[in-house]
């Protein structure tokens, strides 16, 4: 990539900056994650709070944001337009947002976190209570500063997936649920749906560390610009365009847990080191956004590892690792791939797991909107939980406070984890077309697999709006069709249904 024009080659000058003091903050997060002893929190604390301050301050320079606002874009290459746009799309939260209020809500969701963590522990969403109402009046009036067309809650959106609008996910979620809902009423009525296949040995951290390295070969990660370590979640993170880090956790009881980790965050991770190397210290580097980066882990977490014909070329490495001749590939594919309406997201199925998130964005959109208020939450969320999944929370624990993200003030956050699995089903349809897909996985050969996704998805980098891509990688929007149609192919077999 050749920038010609002086105008972007001066923004970039410190958008490099900016770039590099975020991989700094990343290297200290990734320690913190990994290695650090506990005492050090503290004082890690100060130190990237200072590097958030350096962010800010650069975002905020009066000439830097001048000449962003002010770039004349007509007559710049293609590479360059991209450049400006994403700049402009980084910027606008620090352009638009007063500076009181970035720094109330940075201190409101430190407080909340803490807070969030007790409730969580002692079942006590009273407790939560006044301080997610403080963050849900900062999301609204954050909102209202970034402005949008038609629904407030669009504002929030495009903070994590460019060009995003309530009405779209609204036209691929209401028809998604419907579908999921009544085939998951349709799994339950079948025998096979009965049995059980979790596993019950020990299966050591040692085993199961090899099975990670022996993964990370198959799917042609390398160690030369990765490593693998163990962290209390699972995380992948890029200290450098040739150094991207992902982290497991081990079950001693169950290898299921490491196994799905390893394989999605080497999946972001792949994403990550495919972009083309000359968009590195540039706002086109790394994934566009987190939907498409979402569907780079589900595809190899959910297309590779969890088909039928990859457990079946998996099942001997499996057998012989642990020492445990009953895990046969059928054993494996019914135990990958149990259909479970459960309460908690992060565990759920491939089936299920869409429903707890359609949930999650009901209430945030109505939440940002007014049209419910923070204290409505508990019975929303149970009422939907009962009507989507056929479950209900007995408490608020394993319900509206389970998950981290409303603490932090992630609203708009949880579609993109949906948009990743639609987008990977679309993906994957395309990709048949042009490589033997199932043949890869039978014989365990990723290469041709990787490629494609190089070369298709990975090497644009930030060049395109997440929506752009999907038109010209598959050749139409996304259409939810095609997970659907995965999904029935796929549990329909296993489920013994027609
Ligand atoms: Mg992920």
Not at 169 to 174: A, D, K, Q, Y
Not at 251 to 280: C, M, Q, W
Not at 429 to 442: A, G
């Amino acid at each position: 990539m050749e920038i010609q024009d002086k105008d972007v080659k001066k923004l970039l000058e410190t958008y490099k900056e900016i770039s590099l003091l975020e991989k700094i903050k990343a290297t200290l997060d990734w320690d913190l994650n990994v290695n650090m002893p506990p005492k050090g929190v503290h004082g890690r604390a100060a130190q990237s709070t200072l590097l958030t301050k350096l962010v800010t301050e650069k975002w905020l320079d009066q000439a830097f944001k001048e000449s962003v606002e002010q770039i004349k874009t007509d007559s710049l290459s293609a590479e360059e337009k991209a450049i400006v746009r994403n700049i402009r799309q980084l910027g606008n939260f620090y352009f638009k947002v007063p500076k009181e209020i970035i720094l109330e809500k940075s201190e409101v969701t430190t407080q909340a976190f803490v807070v969030w963590s007790t409730a969580k522990k002692n079942n006590d969403f009273k407790l939560f209570v006044p301080h997610l109402t403080k963050i849900v009046d900062l999301d609204r009036s954050i909102a209202d500063h970034l402005g949008f067309e038609k629904n407030k809650y669009d504002a929030l959106l495009n903070l994590y997936e460019p060009g995003l609008t309530t009405e779209f996910v609204e036209n691929i979620f209401t028809p998604l649920q419907k579908e999921l809902s009544e085939y998951i009423s349709l799994v339950r009525s079948t025998p096979q749906f009965a049995k059980e296949y979790a596993p019950a040995k020990v299966y050591s951290s040692r085993s199961q560390r090899k099975l990670s390295k022996y993964l990370m070969h198959l799917l042609h990660y390398s160690h030369e610009e990765g490593r693998l370590d163990v962290s209390a979640h699972p995380f992948t993170t890029t200290l450098d365009r040739y150094d991207v880090r992902i982290t497991t956790k081990y079950f001693k009881h169950d290898f299921r847990s490491n196994y799905s980790a390893t394989i999605h965050e080497v999946g972001h991770a792949l994403y990550e080191l495919g972009v083309n190397p000359d968009y590195s210290f540039t706002p086109l580097e790394g994934g566009v956004s987190l939907g498409i980066h979402e569907s780079q882990s589900r595809f190899w977490e959910n297309m590779v590892g969890r088909s039928a014909l990859f457990s079946e070329f998996l099942s001997p490495a499996f057998q012989s690792l642990f020492s445990d001749y009953s895990l046969t590939s059928e054993y494996l594919v019914h135990s990958l791939n149990q259909i479970r309406p459960d309460l908690i997201r992060i565990e759920a199925d491939e089936v299920t797991y869409n429903l707890h998130i359609i949930l999650r964005y009901e209430i945030e959109r109505d939440l940002i909107n007014q049209k419910i208020e923070v204290q409505d939450i508990p019975a929303v969320w149970n009422e939907k939980m009962t009507k989507y999944l056929l479950v209900t929370p007995i408490t608020d624990s394993e319900g509206c406070l389970q998950d981290v993200h409303w603490s932090y003030g992630s609203f708009g956050y949880f579609p993109t984890y949906s948009l990743g699995n639609l987008y990977a089903a679309q993906f994957t349809h395309t990709m048949r077309k042009s490589i033997d897909f199932d043949s890869c996985l039978r014989k365990g050969e990723l290469q041709p697999v990787l490629d494609w996704l190089r070369k298709n998805i990975h090497i644009h980098g930030g060049l395109y709006l997440p929506h752009e891509l999907v038109q010209k990688v598959t050749g139409e929007k996304l259409n939810p069709q095609y997970f659907i149609d995965y999904i029935r192919e796929k549990y329909n077999s296993i489920y013994n249904l027609s």
